[in-house]
T-cell receptor, first 114, second 109 residues
Framework: SQTIHQWPATLVQPVGSPLSLECTVEGTSNPNLYWYRQAAGRGLQLLFYSVGIGQISSEVPQNLSASRPQDRQFILSSKKLLLSDSGFYLC?????????????FGSGTQLSVL | AQRVTQPEKLLSVFKGAPVELKCNYSYSGSPELFWYVQYSRQRLQLLLRHISRESIKGFTADLNKGETSFHLKKPFAQEEDSAMYYCALSSGGYQKVTFGIGTKLQVIP
């Protein structure tokens, strides 16, 4: 069966420090991968999505970047964190290309930038 | 641009009362619509999707293209329905999924 792992679960970082959040999927190949940020009152905001290795699309201009070095690995990064980067980050995957494919979510990372 | 609107951030109903969580969307093409749910201390997960035309945990949702709505309904609310509900829209050749801001459903015993 397919599983998605996301870590760390919580992270406290000072302003200006770098960031690396990792997400891996098991039990499937060539998944579509997504990074979302969940904020109170703003719902789920799509940050990045990827349909293949090295293929990254950004949805909003921001201080973050994403990379997909391997088929089932998706990394969210920042060179210098801002206070506004605080939030709950969710990784997700889906199979295939049909619009009706459902998303499977990771357990999330609560990031606090101080 | 595609957009999903959930006008209510919080919806409180008594146990046994009917529930309707509203969702409106804007998209020029033919999207697929979903409802996702997040129970306390659990992962966000799919509740139902339009294409399946299914009823999950007593919930149903009908796509109204004329009103561009996909409201979630249940005739009799149960305490275990208390959760955060997100309406979502999928479009494009790369399956871009856009979510609404979510509605917190609180079922009062």
């Amino acid at each position: 069966s397919q599983t998605i792992h996301q870590w760390p679960a919580t992270l406290v970082q000072p302003v200006g420090s770098p960031l690396s959040l990792e997400c891996t999927v098991e039990g499937t190949s060539n998944p579509n991968l997504y990074w979302y940020r969940q904020a109170a009152g703003r719902g789920l905001q799509l940050l990045f999505y990827s349909v293949g290795i090295g293929q990254i699309s950004s949805e909003v201009p921001q201080n973050l970047s994403a990379s997909r070095p391997q088929d089932r690995q998706f990394i969210l990064s920042s060179k210098k964190l801002l206070l506004s980067d605080s939030g709950f980050y969710l990784c997700a995957w889906s199979a295939g290309t049909a619009l009706s494919e459902k998303l499977f979510f990771g357990s999330g990372t609560q990031l606090s930038v101080l | 641009a595609q957009r999903v609107t959930q006008p209510e951030k919080l919806l409180s109903v008594f146990k046994g009362a009917p529930v309707e969580l509203k969702c409106n969307y804007s998209y020029s093409g033919s999207p697929e619509l979903f409802w996702y749910v997040q129970y306390s201390r659990q992962r966000l997960q799919l509740l139902l999707r339009h294409i399946s035309r299914e009823s999950i945990k007593g919930f149903t949702a009908d796509l109204n293209k004329g009103e561009t709505s996909f409201h979630l309904k249940k005739p009799f609310a149960q305490e275990e329905d208390s959760a955060m509900y997100y309406c979502a829209l999928s479009s494009g050749g790369y399956q871009k999924v856009t979510f609404g801001i979510g509605t917190k459903l609180q079922v009062i015993p």
